[in-house]
């Protein structure tokens, strides 16, 4: 089971990027995706999570109103779009599929870990 992170890179303050996770060797659909961030000397932090028919979403405070997530469970692939960029958004984002189907913000619920991705806003 593979979590293939993508869409990282330098961006100006303002600006937007969109990141995606494929998964390969096995289905997630019935399963809930996240997206953590860890900056340079900080803890993981939980950024946002789709349940698992993209019906319900949940995001952490500091990015409402400015990133969205989604998926294509035909694609076996989640998205995270990510608009007027700041930057304290600088971090290593990772994706990760969910042990169930329920939104959860909890890494422990989180079973499959992709290799990150990193995001660098520029001021």
């Known amino acids: 089971v593979q979590l293939q992170a993508s869409g990282g890179g330098l961006v100006q303050a303002g600006g937007s990027l969109r990141l995606s996770c494929a998964a390969s060797?096995?289905?997630?659909?019935?399963?809930?995706m996240g997206w953590f961030r860890q900056a340079p000397g900080k803890e993981r932090e939980f950024v946002a999570a789709v349940d698992w028919n993209g019906g319900r979403t949940y995001y952490t405070d500091s990015v409402k109103g400015r990133f969205t997530i989604s998926r294509d469970n035909a694609k076996n692939t989640v998205y995270l779009q990510m608009n007027s960029l700041k930057p304290e958004d600088t971090a290593v984002y990772y994706c990760?599929?969910?042990?169930?189907?329920?939104?959860?913000?909890?890494?422990?619920?989180?079973?499959?870990w992709g290799q990150g991705t990193l995001v660098t806003v520029s001021s």
């Open positions: 060797g096995r289905t997630f659909s019935n399963n809930a």
């Open positions: 990760a599929a969910g042990r169930y189907g329920l939104l959860t913000n909890y890494a422990r619920d989180y079973a499959y």
